[in-house]
């Protein structure tokens, strides 16, 4: 008998502490949920919060942009500074404004379905600039992405030579391994460069920097790459593009007549005839606003397009 309630003590014993160690489980696995839950809480908090920082950020840059108004736009100017990390309330946020005017504006080869030779001039000199393969068929192939018509593109011409190309148009795109639609409109990102035909990734990495997809046939000589300003004109030497950039560096280009005294003859007046055709100045219109904030764990960057002409933003989008 003895025995029997010794064993019966020793498996109550044992229930309770069978007992005990699933109750204290499932109060450690209540307390790690609710702390689990608790954390997430806090972070969509802290998130949203660092979204509408991060969206006041959009609107000072807005504001650093539209309050330059003197007569030329050149990085050295307040907006090109940029902000990094500025603390505000509980978070911090960065801030960085680029100039998309000295750039080549994508969208601009192509205006009311009809190509625009001066641009696809300057698309092919800055793609052979670039020493790509093919700059011919990457031209053409992008003037049909962005025209409505269905026919390809078959002859670029350019510095008096007439490059056959055979283009691509939806026919082409149908019939890849994974096909997809020719755009027949308007690049809404740059990024979207990457379904042309020939713009593989590699491609992409060495043109991307002198490209926008939005903006004007107007560059500006202060903030286009050398790149760029050898593809305004195939008569533009390499010697008054080093002057250029070496000069505007620490003087920035406040009107076209500025470079007279600073280059030949020739060279001002062919740089002085572009400007007189609207496509070459000293200022610009679309800029790339980028914000980000950080509160806590919460973290939200912003990208914007913003007109100065017309102070409108074309989008905001998380990056």
């Given amino acids: ?183 027949n409109g308007p690049m809404e990102s740059l990024e979207e460069l990457l379904l042309v035909k020939g713009f593989t990734e590699d491609v992409f990495n060495i043109v991307s920097p002198y490209l926008s997809a939005n903006g004007t046939k107007l560059i500006n000589i202060n903030t286009a790459a050398s790149q760029v300003l050898t593809s305004l004109s195939a008569n533009i030497s390499a010697q008054s593009i080093e002057l250029i950039t070496d000069s505007r560096s620490g003087n920035p280009v406040k009107t076209i007549n500025d470079l007279q005294t600073m280059l030949a003859e020739d060279q001002f007046s062919l740089l002085k005839t572009l400007s007189n055709q609207g496509l070459l100045g000293t200022t610009s219109s679309f800029y790339k606003i980028t914000a980000e904030a950080v509160i806590n764990d919460g973290r939200c960057a912003l990208e914007t397009l913003f007109d100065k002409t017309s102070k409108s933003l074309s989008y905001i989008r998380t990056i």
């Fill in 1 to 183: 008998m003895m025995t029997n309630k010794k064993h019966e003590k020793g498996m109550a014993l044992l229930l309770v502490l069978i007992i005990v160690t699933l109750l204290t489980s499932i109060l450690m696995e209540l307390s790690y949920s609710t702390l689990i839950e608790q954390r997430l809480t806090e972070t969509f908090r802290d998130s949203t919060r660092a979204y509408f920082l991060a969206r006041g950020g959009i609107t000072a840059g807005q504001t650093l942009v539209s309050s330059d108004k003197n007569e030329y736009d050149a990085p050295t100017e307040s907006w090109g500074s940029g902000i990094a990390n500025y603390p505000v309330g509980e978070g911090f946020i960065s801030l960085a404004v680029e100039d998309l005017g000295g750039k080549l504006a994508l969208n601009s080869l192509v205006v009311g379905n009809n190509p625009q030779a001066v641009v696809i001039d300057r698309f092919y000199r800055l793609l052979s600039e670039l020493e790509v393969d093919e700059p011919a068929e990457l031209t053409a192939a992008v003037i049909d992405w962005l025209d409505s018509g269905d026919t390809p593109y078959q002859q670029v011409q350019t510095d008096g030579q007439e490059l056959t190309v055979s283009g691509a148009e939806n026919i082409y795109y149908q019939s890849l391994e994974t096909p997809y639609a020719c755009k």
